[in-house]
């Protein structure tokens, strides 16, 4: 919470026991001012957010009953002063939670030696529309690019505004004023700033199916900060939400997902047998293997394979024309995402050549990986499930890589770890995120995340992946093909 949030707050959890002794040794009206002024301060400092209205209430409350009470009766133990009481605590419980649970919260600042830069593209393909009905749609993304920037005192952008911020209420029932206060937090990405000079490794990054890509500040200002163009993009009716530049917005398509999602029962329902049986690992890998190339999710990745190359295949005109002319180095390219988009990524970096290098963050890969190895460097960084979880990339990465492969865990983390929801929602059990302070880990798995590329794609000799084995908080393999070496 905020200074001045956190004064209030205090205030009217401390003035209802002492009101009376203040008020005697001063006049109420100083007591009355000094709540009045703290509430100014807050809504002219910090601003109005609606998690605060049981805190407004209860200061009026407190303010008319300095007011208009007599301060020299003393306290008479009454059913009305029971009554009044409750009523008082059960208004200041959601004023402390709410704010506590729903807050401001501050973004970890870039540590790299670039400021972080952003542009948003609207590409549109030739390509069918495969989620909507209409035959005469074209597949259309709206693209993020982050980038190593000259920023100085440039302004920075709103944090996930549009439709990202809209769908989210909506998925909640809630209105999208809802998340007016994310209008509060700080990000440390400024919008068309002038690019830092020199060319660039470029990354694609595919979001987790559902989400956004503006879901992932923390992380993607930090790798855009250490000398990387991130572009990402919203995988159209399949991330939470895009807003086009027409002003249109179009939301995740929940109905297309019930669809594509049916009767998949009879294929995952084998694999969470297999695990439950007590059968070898080696019995369990047949099953495994044929469960994973059908899966739905697979033909999610495939879409969102088509929707990263389409990004690919527009790489070297961007090079000669446009913002990004002459930024990128073209010969180091590499793929990463989380959650369903880190599947997609290894699968993109399975099989297209112009990836140098790829990386999956705690996502699955459905499809044929499971027969085959990466013939490129590869970094697998899963969060710390629990034993009764499905490793089924204890399988699908069964066979590794002709090159590196690096296996890592983020222990004490949780799926949503990898993403702001930590930042958003510091409340493990409604967020579902481990017990790692949020900042340590998306600086762990960001140092990771870049130390890799930086060896790969950048390749620099100097980038340390081996130091990566001594932290407490991370459990870390290093394989030379199928060789293992850390």
Known sequence: MRLFEILLLLSLTILPFCWKFLARKFSSYYLMGGLAVLVILHLVVEG?????????????????????????????????????????????????????????????????????????IHLETNKPEPITENLEDKRQLMLKVWYPAIADDAP????????????????????????????????????????????????????????????????????????????????????????????????????????????????????????????????????VRDAVQDYFEGDIQERWVQDMQEVLDRLPQWNSSGFLKDRMNLNQVGAFGHSVGGGAAGRLSLSDARIKAGANLDGIQWGTKIDTLFQKPFLYVSADWPAEHEDLNAHIYL????????????????????????????????????????????????????????????????????????SSLLEFQIFKGDFIRQ
């Open 156 to 287: 920075t952008e709103t944090y996930v505004p549009g439709a990202g911020r809209d769908a989210f209420a909506l998925k909640y029932g809630l209105p999208a004023s809802a998340l007016n206060y994310l209008d509060y937090v700080k990000t440390y990405v400024h919008p068309e700033a002038p690019f830092a000079e020199g060319r660039f490794p470029v990354l694609i990054f595919s979001h987790g199916y559902g989400s956004k890509a503006t879901g992932y500040y923390a992380l993607l200002s930090e790798i855009a900060s250490q000398g990387y163009i991130v572009i990402t993009m919203n995988h159209t009716y399949e991330s939470l939400g895009t807003t086009f530049p027409d002003g249109s917005e179009v939301y995740f398509d929940y109905e297309y997902q019930r669809q594509i999602a049916a009767n998949q029962m009879e294929t995952i329902t084998p694999i969470q047998q297999a695990f439950r049986d007590s059968i070898s690992f080696e019995q369990r890998q047949k099953i």
């Open 399 to 470: 066979k590794k890589s002709t090159d590196y492969f690096y296996e890592a865990k983020l222990l004490n983390s949780g799926h949503p770890n990898f993403m702001d929801i930590p930042f958003m929602v510091p409340v493990s059990a409604l967020a579902g995120t481990g017990s790692i302070d949020a900042e340590e880990g998306i600086h762990i798995v960001s140092d990771l995340v870049t130390a890799f590329f930086d060896r790969h794609l950048k390749n620099e000799t100097n980038a340390n992946l081996e130091s990566f084995s001594t």
């Open 48 to 120: 109005y957010r609606w998690q605060l209205l049981p805190a407004y209430v209860l200061a009026v409350i407190l303010a008319a009953r300095i007011r208009f009470a007599n301060a020299e009766n003393p306290f008479r133990f009454s059913a009305l002063s029971v009554l009044r009481g409750l009523g008082y605590a059960l208004l200041l419980v959601p004023a402390w939670v709410l704010p506590l649970v729903l807050p401001v919260f501050k973004l970890p600042e870039p540590r790299g030696p670039f400021a972080v830069g952003s542009k948003n």
